[in-house]
C-alpha cells in the first residue's frame, strides 16, 4: 500500500487553477477535519492556495487542475503541468466542461463577443482566447464534476489515485439519487430541472432542497437530451430558455455532443489546436474514449439510443 | 390467523402502545406525496397515504448503506441501521413486494444485510381503496393471506385486524384490552361489501395471462425503439420498483489509506454502466435493450421462475415516470394498443 511512512513513498500531487472562481480549491481547503489527513495521504508539491512553498519544475503522480484555459499563458502552462504529470484530473465544471464561461461556445464568432464587452483593448499580460474545458487542450485521465465539486467524491478519487487504482465516479443521473432521499419530482411538478441529463454523484443536492437541477456536474454518461428538451416544452418552457439552461454549465460537453439538439449545429468552431510548446502532444478528447469510467463521450443519440 | 376488532378511536393509543416494541414507522406527508418516516406522535400517520415515495424495501435493503468497515487485516459488520421496528400503514402490493423480496434475499443464498433488517421488523398492514395508478387486481397483489404480522383491514367505525404470526400476537397483547374478538355476522357481510367496492374501485384492469408468451413474440417489437427515443435512462423506476433489488458494491477508503468501508448502493439495470464488463464491453448498450430487459423480467422471466409477475401493482412507476413510460403501458403496447408517452 502506498500510504507508507515515508514521505518519499507517497504520490507527489499538485493542485493548479486556471480560469474559475478557485471555488474548488476552496471546497478542498474547507474540509478542516480531513486537511491532515489529505496532506499527510499524499505529497503535496503544490498548491498555491495552501502554501507560498510551490515546486513546479518536479513531476508528480497527479495533478488536479480547476478552471477552464482562456489565454496563451495558461496553456502554456497547463501543457507544462500535462508533460509533467502522470495523471491528470480535471477539477470542478470549469476544468470538465468550460464552465458558464464556455456558455456560448459555438455563439457567433467568438472575437465579436469579446470586442463588444472590453471593446478595442490592447492584450498586454497574455493573449486571450475563447474559454475551453482542459480537455480541448490536452489528454484528461479523470474528470471530478461539480460546480463546486463534493468533496465525498473528491476523497474518493484521491485515496483512489493514491492506491494507485482507477476512479469510477457517479455515470448515472441526479434522479436516482433523488429518489433515494424521496424528493417529489420537480419535473412532475412542471418545473425547469435538468436532473435526469445531469450526471450525479452530488446527492441530489439541489432538489433535496427544492432546487430545480441546473445541471452544474454536466451531462450524464447517456443523457437523452432531445427527450428532456421534448418533456419541457411540453410543461411550456420556450425552446430559447432550455436551451440556455442546458448551456450554462453544459459548456463543451454539452456542444460538443448535442449540437444539434441545440440548435447551433453549424456554428461550432472546431477544437483548438495543440498548443505547440508541448513536446509530445496527445490528440485533445482522445482519453474520454478509452474507459468508460472517464465519463464517456458519448455519441450522438441518433447511433445510440 | 385470526380476527379481531379495533375501534377507529383506539388506533392513535393502540399505535402508541406499540413503541414499547421498537420504533414506530409509517407512512406521512410528504408535499403532495408520502414517505415513511419515524413516528414521534403517531398523530402524524398519514391514513390516507396510498403509495410512498419510494416502498418499504428501503427499511432492508437502505439505498446506501455501509457493508462493513475494512482494515489491513480485518473486517467489521456493521448493521448500522439494525433495531427492534414496526412498520405500520404497509399496503397489500407492498407486502407483496416483500415477499418476493424474501425469495430473492432470504431463501437460496440469505442476505445477512436483509435478513437482521428483515426479522427485526415487525410488518403491519393496512388496507386501501385503490386510485387511478393501482393495478394490483390485475398483478392478483390486492390483497394478502400472509406476510404480515398483523393486517388492519378498515371497516366503518372499527378496524378488522388479523393476526399473521405469532410477533403479531404478542403485538396485540400490548395492549390487548384495546381488541374485541366478537365477529358477528354482520361483520362478515360488511367486510365482503367492502371487498366488492374495493374490486369495483380498479381503474386499470389487465389480463396477464399468457403474458411470457406475448413478451416472446414481442422480442423485436418497434415498441422498444418507441419507448427508448422518450426513456431518459434516469433509473426512477427501479428505484421506486418494490421489486427492483440489484445493487452495486464500491469499497471506500478512508483517508489514511489503512481502512475503510464496503458500501452497497441501489442500482439500476437503466444505467448504461449496468451491463459493462471488462474491456469495455457493454452486452446492452442500446437504451432499448435495457427496457426489454427491465420489463422482461417484471412479465416473463420472473413468471416463468417463481410463477407470478415481479409486478405488484403498486403504480409507482406510473407515478413517477417523467415520460410516462411505465408498467401500464408497456403492457397496452405489447398488447398492441395505443400508447400515450
Redesign the interface.
Known amino acids: 500500500?502506498?500510504?507508507s511512512k515515508t514521505q518519499a513513498a507517497k504520490p507527489k500531487v499538485g493542485f493548479y487553477g486556471f480560469t474559475g472562481c478557485a471555488g474548488d480549491l476552496l471546497a478542498i481547503l474547507h474540509c478542516e477535519d480531513?486537511l491532515l489527513?489529505?496532506f499527510?495521504?499524499v505529497d503535496v508539491r503544490s498548491f498555491l492556495m495552501a502554501s507560498s512553498e510551490v515546486h513546479d519544475d518536479e513531476e508528480l503522480d497527479v495533478a488536479f487542475v480547476e478552471g477552464s484555459i482562456t489565454t496563451d499563458h495558461q496553456l502554456e502552462s497547463l501543457a507544462d503541468i500535462r508533460k509533467r504529470s502522470k495523471v491528470l484530473v480535471a477539477l470542478g465544471s470549469c476544468a470538465c466542461f468550460g464552465g458558464p464561461q464556455t456558455a456560448r461556445l459555438g455563439y457567433g464568432d467568438w472575437k465579436e463577443r469579446f470586442k463588444k464587452v472590453y471593446g478595442n483593448t490592447k492584450h498586454t499580460v497574455a493573449k486571450p482566447f475563447e474559454s475551453r474545458p482542459l480537455d480541448e487542450h490536452v489528454k484528461v485521465d479523470y474528470y471530478i464534476p461539480g460546480c463546486p465539486i463534493d468533496r465525498y467524491q473528491f476523497?474518493?478519487a484521491?485515496?483512489?489515485l493514491?492506491?494507485g487504482m482507477s476512479v469510477?465516479l457517479t455515470?448515472?443521473?441526479v434522479?436516482?439519487e433523488?429518489?433515494?432521499n424521496?424528493?417529489?419530482?420537480l419535473?412532475?411538478k412542471a418545473q425547469l430541472c435538468l436532473?435526469?441529463?445531469t450526471a450525479g454523484g452530488c446527492d441530489s443536492r439541489c432538489p433535496s432542497h427544492n432546487l430545480p437541477c441546473i445541471g452544474c456536474w454536466g451531462p450524464?454518461?447517456?443523457a437523452?437530451v432531445?427527450?428532456?428538451i421534448?418533456?419541457l416544452k411540453e410543461r411550456n418552457f420556450s425552446a430559447e430558455e432550455i436551451v440556455s439552461k442546458l448551456r450554462l454549465f453544459g459548456g463543451a460537453a454539452m456542444v460538443r455532443r448535442f449540437a444539434d439538439l441545440l440548435g447551433i449545429k453549424a456554428e461550432v468552431p472546431a477544437r483548438r489546436p495543440r498548443p505547440k510548446k508541448v513536446r509530445e502532444p496527445v490528440v485533445a478528447g482522445k482519453a474520454k474514449k478509452?474507459?468508460?469510467s472517464k465519463r464517456p463521450a458519448a455519441k450522438s443519440r441518433a447511433k445510440?439510443? | 390467523m385470526k380476527a379481531l376488532k379495533l375501534k377507529k378511536e383506539d388506533l392513535y393509543t393502540y399505535l402508541e402502545s406499540l413503541k414499547s416494541y421498537g420504533e414506530l414507522w409509517g407512512p406521512v406527508s410528504r408535499g403532495e406525496h408520502y414517505s415513511y418516516a419515524k413516528l414521534a406522535n403517531v398523530r402524524d400517520v398519514a391514513l390516507q397515504a396510498l403509495r410512498t415515495i419510494i416502498p418499504p424495501k428501503k427499511f432492508f435493503v437502505p439505498p446506501r448503506f455501509n457493508m462493513f468497515r475494512y482494515s489491513e487485516d480485518q473486517y467489521t459488520e456493521t448493521f448500522e441501521d439494525v433495531k427492534p421496528r414496526v412498520l405500520f400503514g404497509i399496503h397489500p402490493c407492498d407486502i407483496h413486494g416483500l415477499m418476493i423480496l424474501d425469495e430473492l434475499f432470504l431463501d437460496r443464498f440469505p442476505d445477512p444485510y436483509y435478513k437482521k433488517r428483515r426479522e427485526a421488523t415487525a410488518i403491519l398492514g393496512l388496507s386501501c381503496i385503490p386510485d387511478d395508478k393501482c393495478m394490483a387486481r390485475s398483478t392478483n397483489t390486492h390483497a394478502v393471506e400472509g406476510g404480515f404480522d398483523l393486517a388492519f383491514n378498515e371497516l366503518g367505525e372499527e378496524y378488522l385486524v388479523w393476526v399473521g404470526s405469532s410477533l403479531g400476537d404478542d403485538l396485540v397483547r400490548l395492549n390487548i384490552d384495546l381488541f374485541s374478538e366478537e365477529i358477528e355476522t354482520s361483520d362478515v357481510q360488511k367486510y365482503l361489501e367492502w371487498r366488492r367496492k374495493r374490486d369495483s374501485r380498479y381503474k386499470l384492469n389487465f389480463d396477464l395471462t399468457g403474458m411470457p408468451d406475448i413478451m416472446e413474440l414481442s422480442w423485436d417489437s418497434p415498441l422498444w425503439d418507441e419507448l427508448a427515443d422518450r426513456c431518459l435512462s434516469c433509473g426512477s423506476c427501479s428505484m421506486v420498483c418494490p421489486t427492483c433489488n440489484c445493487y452495486n458494491i464500491r469499497d471506500i477508503s478512508d483517508l489514511s489509506l489503512e481502512s475503510g468501508v464496503r458500501q452497497r448502493r441501489w442500482d439500476s439495470c437503466m444505467n448504461k454502466e449496468y451491463a459493462l464488463v471488462a474491456g469495455v464491453h457493454n452486452f446492452r448498450e442500446a437504451r432499448a435493450e435495457r427496457l426489454k430487459l427491465y420489463y422482461t423480467h417484471k412479465l416473463k422471466a420472473f413468471i416463468t421462475e417463481y410463477g407470478r409477475p415481479s409486478c405488484v401493482g403498486c403504480g409507482r412507476c406510473i407515478d413517477t415516470c417523467p415520460v410516462s413510460i411505465n408498467v401500464a403501458e408497456v403492457i397496452r403496447g405489447l398488447k398492441g394498443q395505443e400508447v400515450k408517452l
Open positions: 500500500m502506498i500510504a480531513e489527513d489529505i499527510n495521504a476523497f474518493f484521491l485515496t483512489r493514491a492506491q469510477e455515470t448515472f443521473p434522479c436516482a433523488c429518489k433515494w424521496e424528493n417529489e419530482c419535473l412532475l436532473g435526469p441529463v450524464a454518461a447517456e437523452n432531445a427527450s428532456e421534448d418533456l478509452k474507459s468508460p445510440k439510443r
